[in-house]
């Protein structure tokens, strides 16, 4: 007890101590911070921060003029008196961070990054790069997507050129180009490249990737400025004439102010797909933390940042957003069923045992064809017959036809000496057919109970009418049956039927009913959202109408609308069952042209449908769009969003977490990489 009161009296003593010091501390601090003070620290600039940051060597390390940097943004407090080292190691022991570091870390985060990012019809570049100031090297991080599943590019090689423009070189003389390459990136989809301007002005920078026959360019402008002035003052950085953005800019705010009311950036993205070139999408504004903070607030999570580590280890994939013809449709139930002639019933003719044929016995799932022996029917023996009395009946029908061929033979011999009628020749004839019809019907009878000597199963053979597949096996081997009884059931699944049931209110909606699609939950072909992958049933994919019900069912108040295609012509069309349910609906007749996103991109948000829109490689923004017709995987949209931009497809719901989460999604590539 006495020993916890002097840890407390101790810990108390302690907070004194640092009251005091910080107290002295910061009179310290204001004399350390004055214009005469020696050793104060100049600031650090938006330049100086960006090279601490990126200039980094393969192995991470900073390299000499970053430490530079570093060991200058604390000069002050690294060269302070005993008191500060006092005051440090104080703080230090008792958990605290010396106000100095943190200021060190603040100045740090605010190192301006630069991003852009372009399109071609293969790969996104997503590049993150520091202001390129002449004599200064830099670090550029490339991120590589393939467009086609979203994965990193996994291999290939990367150059990249700075060249001066035309009018600069008139201005300032031929310059030779910079450039830089890596073989392979350094991780999957990221390259590191270190290049260093020679001079200031405007110039294009020329990326080049290539991996066997495989390649892409894109280019960009930008400009260098020409570092620092006598008077120690970095040069006025022109955004507007750079097109790239900080990493950080907040495009609820400034997106229209930097691509105008609207037309143009869609001009830009319409003008990449159609064409094959490469398109920008610019993101930024200076970092700053602070402002930052306070636009959160403002922007209430519209905007958000998925790094492409993140989207690359996701169920990711974004879309462009395009004016297509929606047809309208009504919602309807739906089943697959098999078509009229891909489905049969097998009965028993007879009263029998059922036995199993050659090949065992039919289970579910098993696929025949139209002819083959499913199995056999023993009838049963009735009254006194058994086997051995099959077996005489056998022999006195063998024998009565000996009997009768031999007296027909004998009445042939009279007839041609004229010495008897004809008419006993024909009487003699038909009871030699008679004997012979009395003889196979033993033989067939004595053969259903016992096997044959070519090894036959005995018994009457049950053969399927069609082929296809076993739906259902009614009996057991060995069980009897009676006539009529159902045996097997077979199904065609190579023709479905969907039949769709649309309420009675949406009926007059439908003018012709010209088509419709069904959706399957568990299905998917890349494209679909959470409902499943969607099958379109219309006369381009062999699809035609079977049936238009003209009455109202009694009791689902319900008219059937019934469809037929072909399985094999659509994806994952084997994986479809007869009997299954399906949310399909039914095509109206009427036409929209307007703009259409995928299903997948639609999310709920407070009641309302958002989207995400991608501003940047690793930034998106969340928009409000009022939709309207669905027709499949596409659901046209009003507003919200404009012809060329993309939107999120696939893992719109893990963008719309990482909105609603405190703070950002993740550290900027320039930590990681």
């Known amino acids: 007890m006495t020993t916890l009161t002097q840890w407390v009296r101790l810990r108390r003593s302690l907070a004194a101590c640092l009251v005091l010091s910080v107290t002295l501390g910061m009179a310290g601090t204001a004399c350390a911070d004055s214009p005469a003070a020696d050793g104060a620290a100049e600031p650090l600039g938006a330049d100086e921060a960006s090279a601490h940051r990126h200039n980094h060597d393969d192995d991470g390390n900073p390299e000499p003029d970053a430490d530079e940097a570093h060991r200058h943004a604390r000069g ?37 990054i630069l991003t852009a990012t372009r399109y071609t019809r293969e790969l996104e570049l997503f590049l993150e790069r520091p202001p390129l100031v002449a004599g200064k090297p830099a670090t550029l991080l490339v991120f590589l997507t393939r467009l086609a599943d979203f994965s990193p590019v996994r291999a290939g090689e990367v150059a990249v050129s700075l060249v001066p423009e035309d009018a600069d070189q008139a201005a300032q003389g031929p310059a030779a180009s910079i450039t830089a390459a890596a073989a392979a990136p350094s991780r999957p989809g990221v390259y590191r490249l270190r290049l260093t301007p020679t001079r200031a002005g405007r110039h294009r920078l020329e990326l080049a990737w290539a991996d066997g026959a495989e390649t892409a360019s ?138 199993s044929a050659a090949g065992g016995f039919p289970y579910t799932g098993l696929r025949v064809e139209p002819g083959q022996t499913l199995a056999y029917l023993v009838p049963r023996l009735s009254g006194e017959a058994d086997v051995a009395g099959l077996e005489l009946a056998v022999t006195r029908a063998a024998t009565a036809l000996d009997l009768a061929r031999q007296e027909r033979e004998r009445l042939d011999a009279l007839w041609e000496d004229r010495s008897i009628p004809f008419r006993e020749v024909l009487q003699a004839r038909g009871d030699e057919e008679v004997a012979a019809a009395e003889l196979s019907a033993a033989r067939r009878r004595l053969a259903q109970i016992q096997r044959t000597e070519e090894g036959e199963g005995a018994g009457v053979p049950v053969r399927a009418p069609i082929g296809g597949v076993v739906a259902r096996v009614e009996v057991a081997p060995g069980a009897f049956v009676e006539e009529g009884a159902r045996l097997f059931h077979l199904v065609s699944p190579e023709r479905l039927w969907l039949d769709a049931r649309v309420a009675e209110a949406d009926v007059g909606r439908i003018q012709t009913p010209v088509g419709a699609w069904f959706s399957v939950r568990g299905l998917s072909n890349g494209d679909a959202d959470d409902g499943g992958q969607t099958f379109a049933l219309t006369p381009a994919t062999g699809a035609r109408l079977v049936a238009y019900g003209a009455m109202v069912d009694p009791e689902s108040r319900t008219v059937p609308v019934v469809f037929e295609f072909e399985r094999a012509g659509h994806p994952n069309g084997e994986r479809l069952r007869v009997g299954q349910s399906v949310s399909a609906r039914v095509y109206t007749g009427e036409v929209s042209h307007t703009l259409v996103v995928p299903a997948g991109a639609l999310i709920n948000h407070a009641g309302a449908d958002v989207v995400y829109v991608q501003v940047a490689g690793d930034r998106f923004e969340r928009r409000l769009v009022h939709t309207g017709l669905r027709d499949g995987d596409l659901v046209g949209v009003h507003d919200g969003v404009r012809q060329g931009e993309r939107v999120v497809s696939r893992g719109a719901y893990l963008v719309h977490l990482a909105a609603g989460a405190e703070g950002d999604t993740g550290a900027h590539h320039g930590h990681d990489h």
């Open 76 to 112: 002050g407090h690294q060269d302070g008196s005993l008191w500060h080292r006092f005051q440090h190691w104080l703080i230090g022991a008792l958990g605290g961070e010396h106000p100095h570091d943190d200021a060190h870390d603040h100045a740090t985060e605010s190192a301006e």
């Open 218 to 355: 894109f280019s960009l402008a930008v400009p260098i400025t020409g570092g620092k002035s006598a008077a120690g003052h970095a040069e006025p950085h022109d955004h507007a004439a750079d097109h790239e953005h900080p990493a950080e800019h907040d495009h609820a705010e400034n997106h229209e102010h930097e691509h105008g009311p609207g037309e143009d950036q869609a001009h830009i993205h319409a003008d990449a797909h159609e064409h094959g070139h490469e398109h920008d999408q610019e993101a930024g504004a200076p970092r700053d933390h602070a402002a930052a903070a306070r636009g959160e607030q403002a922007a209430a999570g519209d905007s958000v940042r998925l790094t492409k580590e993140q989207q690359w280890l996701s169920d990711f994939a974004t879309a462009v957003v395009e004016r297509r013809i929606l047809r309208g449709s009504v919602p309807a139930t739906g089943v697959l069923r098999a078509s009229a002639d891909g489905d049969a019933h097998v009965t028993a003719p007879i009263d029998a045992h059922l036995r």
